[in-house]
């Protein structure tokens, strides 16, 4: 059974319908890029599967490990091991990173009938995995976000899913604005949580993290659906001819 | 103000005058202090309770808020101290010299009057009154103006509070908490308390107001606050009476050249709540922190009304109020800040901010700044708004519950204004208490 499957799913915001019958099924340990250009409902995407309030599906259906995914509250598809990585990470001014982190780690461990961490283990699991990030200890006393350069506050949402252990990470656009050297760390968060039962749907406009985040398959997604899936090749390929052949409206 | 009307007397105003007629002649002091009393009641008889036409009141008709009149509160007994014994909790863990006052009267065995700091005295108002302390005859209503109704209700009707005395260069560690609690009796009480802090003394200053559950006590409390010279003082004051308690209370402070003073006002409690700063910077180069919080429900009605007057020049003054209101709350808000005309180089900001959490909550604002100098700089803000839903979304996708994480961006609200108290051990606890308040929510 796929991890994430998604059925014909249609999405309408103010009217308007951006998903327009799209299927994906993502399996355990599978790295999956979605390309395409803009306004083809990259992020509508991210946003329905997290549960953001205003993106309700109108047609489909989403099941995470089974689940109805339209029956969970947001809070309970990240308790279930669903994690997005914002395009835009919010700046919490008053909530200290630390709080925030060991807050959202607790709550899931809480809902899966796990213990909470001791502070100790907390602040060593934190320190040590902010390390690998690049993200140093002043930046984790501040308040979320607040202040962050839009690399840092890229960095902290690959901390927050390092931290939270996610069965299913999707990563909206996490490469759009970072320099190589930001993108190289980022990447390399990622691949260090690459393990046979995580999976990672990731979203981006441009081929150049698959460079380092090396995707099993990539979907081309254009005008609310998915009108090409391959290997890793396609995307070397859409690097090369751009996403102009794909924006032909499709036949209904 | 509008004309003389002739106003039909309510039936709080009727209590209030029967009441002052049959104690008028046991209040304590001598003949200049009832002299005083019968001017003050004078001018209430004269004006009434205040309503919405008096532009001060404008958002607290008191005339309308206020049903009726309690009967004023006889000493307490054994049982009323009794209880008071378990009052106190929400600041219970604090390290604090407590003075203790039950239903208005000061009570030596409850309070802690062991091993007084040099140059620290604390006696009771009731006792200076009736021993004509000249000291205190001198000094009472210099401050709290006289024309405010509340502080003439108080003025005429006070039986006892602290009276504090911190001499010049004395460092007082502990704070000073006058706890003012109200027993099961639904009663009035009208305290006033005087404190002194000489030339470069330092001291913390806690009032906190407390009473059962349920209580419907009436409470007017006045404090005068002198602040000498290079003096540091922190004030706090917490109003947490019971949710059918009406609370009036006046601050009315003088801070001399150089100083710096704080004040914090916490309301969580109470059914109409009035809280009054009147604060003067009567010296220069001194620095002032003026702010508050307040946390409401049901159909509480708390009123902050602020006017900061900067007197001396190069004084600074931050003026950080929020306010959180829930159900059909009313939260109100009016501050004012005079800068005189020899205030030159003053710099003073207000900025007060309304989180509503429910539709039906109102939030009102009225910033003032009145300015006689040139060279200044003043600004004020004030926002009103409900929880930034894309904020909420944010931590529900990382697991925390909704209740959970409004809660947490209520703390982050209100942690602007309460991360300004110094006091770690009084920070804690108003936090606490906010925590409490976000949990009863649920």
């Known amino acids: 059974m796929a991890l994430l499957e998604v059925k014909d799913l249609h999405v309408e915001i103010d009217g308007r319908e951006i998903l327009k019958g799209l299927d994906l099924e993502v399996k355990a340990g599978e790295v999956h890029a979605i390309m395409g250009p803009n306004g083809s409902g990259k992020s509508t995407l991210a946003y329905v599967l997290a549960g953001k309030e205003e993106y309700r599906p109108t047609v489909g259906e989403v099941r995470f490990d089974g689940r109805n995914l339209f029956e969970m509250e947001p809070d309970e598809r990240a308790a279930a091991g669903l994690f997005l990585a914002f395009q835009y990470p919010l700046e919490i001014p008053g909530v200290a990173t630390m709080t925030f982190l060991r807050t959202a780690l607790n709550a899931q461990r809480k809902k899966r009938g796990q213990a909470e961490l001791s502070t100790p283990d907390f602040l060593k699991k934190v320190r040590e995995t902010a390390g690998k990030l690049g993200i140093d200890q002043e930046m984790l006393r501040r308040a979320v976000n607040v202040g962050f350069s839009g690399g840092e506050k890229k960095r902290n949402e690959i901390l927050q899913m390092a931290l939270l252990e996610p069965r299913l990470a999707v990563l909206d656009e996490t490469d759009s604005g970072l320099d190589i050297d930001a993108l190289k760390i980022v990447a390399d968060g990622v691949n260090r949580l690459r393990a046979p039962e995580r999976s990672f749907v990731v979203i981006t406009h441009y081929q150049r993290l698959l460079n380092y985040i090396v995707p099993d398959v990539v979907h081309v997604l254009s005008r609310g659906r998915i009108v090409k899936t391959g290997g890793k090749e396609l995307a070397l390929e859409l690097e090369a001819r751009g996403y102009a052949e794909y924006q032909e409206e499709v036949p209904a | ?442």
């Not at chain 2, 003067?280 to 002032?288: F, K, Q």
């Open chain 2, 1 to 442: 103000m509008n004309a003389e009307v002739a106003v039909i007397k309510t039936a709080a105003e009727t209590a209030l005058a029967q009441t002052f007629a049959q104690v008028r002649d046991r209040l304590p002091g001598d003949d200049a202090i009832a002299a005083r009393r019968d001017a003050a009641f004078e001018l209430f008889a004269k004006q009434g309770l205040p309503h919405r036409r008096v532009e001060e009141w404008k958002y607290t008709d008191l005339r309308a808020l206020m049903h009726d009149a309690k009967p004023l509160a006889s000493p307490p007994d054994a049982t009323a101290k009794a209880r008071a014994k378990d009052a106190g909790r929400m600041l219970g863990d604090l390290d604090a010299r407590r003075l203790v006052f039950v239903d208005g009267v000061f009570v030596a065995d409850l309070s802690d009057l062991r091993d007084l700091e040099p140059g620290l005295s604390v006696g009771s108002l009731a006792r200076a009154l009736a021993n004509g302390d000249p000291v205190l005859t001198a000094r009472l209503g210099k401050l709290a103006p006289a024309n405010d109704v509340a502080v003439a209700l108080n003025t005429a009707l006070m039986g006892d509070g602290a009276v504090i005395h911190i001499a010049a260069g004395a460092t007082i560690e502990r704070p000073l908490h006058l706890l003012f609690v109200a027993s099961e009796r639904p009663t009035a009480t009208f305290t006033r308390s005087l404190v002194t802090i000489d030339h470069g003394a330092r001291a913390m200053l806690i009032e906190s107001h407390e009473g059962p559950s349920g209580g419907d006590n009436q409470v007017n409390a006045a404090l005068e606050l002198f602040a000498g010279d290079a003096a540091h003082v922190d004030h706090v004051k917490v109003i947490g009476e019971g949710a059918g308690a009406l609370h009036v209370s006046t601050l009315a402070a003088a801070i001399g050249a150089h100083g710096r003073f704080n004040t914090f006002s916490f309301i969580n409690g109470g059914a109409v709540v009035r809280n009054q700063l009147f604060l003067r910077l009567d010296g220069e180069g001194t620095v002032a922190g003026i702010r508050g919080a307040s946390l409401l429900r049901n159909h509480q009605h708390a009123d902050t009304t602020l006017v900061a007057d900067h007197i001396a020049r190069d004084c600074q003054s931050r003026e950080v109020f929020k306010s959180v209101l829930d159900d059909e709350a009313h939260g109100v808000f009016q501050g004012r800040i005079i800068v005189r005309r020899h205030a030159q180089k003053t710099d003073a900001k207000m900025m007060t901010q309304a989180l509503l959490l429910s539709e039906r909550a109102e939030a009102d604002n009225k910033p003032e700044l009145e300015i006689f100098a040139d060279d200044v700089q003043c600004g004020h803000g004030a926002t009103a708004g409900a929880l930034d839903d894309e904020l909420r979304f944010y931590l529900m996708a990382r697991g925390i519950p909704p209740a959970e994480a409004e809660a947490m961006l209520i703390q982050a609200f209100l942690g602007e204004a309460i991360e300004g108290i110094e006091h770690a051990g009084l920070r804690e606890a108003l936090i606490e208490s906010v925590a409490g308040w976000l949990k009863a929510r649920g």
